[in-house]
């Protein structure tokens, strides 16, 4: 009986969009229940998915909130 | 100090209701506090209960978000 | 569907046991899933509940480990 | 830069075993970053992912210690 | 490559604000990565933050939902 | 009244150490006390710090157990 807790950034995968889509949803409880069924033999009954949306401005890396460690990291990315 | 997390759906009691009240909300930080007062002697003021509502969409059960889940479970049900 | 975390400190509730019981554990879980029955009417099926312990090493309080910030807080409650 | 946690029992799937394997969980590992990768688009790089293996002890499923819980319900399950 | 969880309740430091500001989590997220970089020498890229606010009703101590808790705290605390 | 949870590898920050140590932990729980002090003035006292540990094999980074993506990574940073 597994537990799968998903956290992901509060956003769209096209730019029109900011959040991600309850089919994106659909496909991320179906896809991950899945592998726990192949993995481990675990009934899909038996499995919770829980996605929990996080704000940009929640979520941290490299020391700073998301969307300024992305603005730095762009610019270096170029030649 | 024990720390009790609760995760719900976001969801009413009631039809008319599409949330748990801060009523019910009360009564589950009383009697999970109490529990833990009870069983491993933790005094009431070192627990701390945080409760989680969770989208329905955010949800999944049996490989699929909550809504389907139920709504094809529920037909079987029925003689 | 609810899920119920508690996490507690790793230690007996009497001065011979370095841990929680199997008896005192199956009580916690009875204890909130009932809990949960009675505020929201959640079946006692779809309840999971995991136990976390935590060395008291590992748990903060008061910006010390568990045991100094005991330790500090002991003489002050005496006369 | 999803996070993944996985919490599931620590028990072997096969009698032979009390615990998930090196390869189950790297499969485990694999197969949920492969997820967030199709459906989200996340390079597998930025997604990290926690497993949690839970004794039977701690962890409850209605209202009972895992072990009882089965117990109960496999009697019932047969003619 | 930690991941640091930081829960509080959704509540402004001062008066005219009812939830903690960018500049805040900003601070948050630089000050905890940094712990991690001080103490166990983890490169700031590799940590992650998550910050997650918790409505006042939703966050329970003392076996009350917090508002109540503090106010009954308060005027015990006075001559 | 904060909640501060730290998820780590279980290893040693030098090579004759295979986990992190006491004095490293109560600095980590000291550092993100102060951080929480600093930023929203909340009292050392209200704030609980969990330290989880984590096993190599159950951390997952780019699709990989963290001993293997790391092996990977090794090499390609070399000229």
């Given at each position: 009986m597994?537990?799968?807790?998903?956290?992901?950034?509060?956003?769209?995968?096209?730019?029109?969009?900011?959040?991600?889509?309850?089919?994106?949803?659909?496909?991320?409880?179906?896809?991950?229940s899945?592998?726990?069924?192949?993995?481990?033999?675990?009934?899909?009954?038996?499995?919770?998915?829980?996605?929990?949306?996080?704000?940009?401005?929640?979520w941290?890396?490299?020391?700073?909130?998301?969307?300024?460690?992305?603005?730095?990291?762009?610019?270096?990315?170029?030649?």
């Open positions: 597994p537990i799968v807790t998903v956290q992901v950034t509060r956003e769209g995968t096209t730019a029109d969009r900011n959040s991600i889509t309850a089919e994106e949803k659909a496909a991320i409880i179906k896809g991950v899945e592998v726990l069924l192949d993995v481990l033999n675990k009934p899909l009954e038996s499995t919770y998915v829980v996605i929990e949306e996080v704000d940009l401005d929640n941290g890396w490299g020391g700073l909130p998301t969307a300024q460690y992305r603005a730095r990291r762009a610019p270096a990315a170029k030649p």
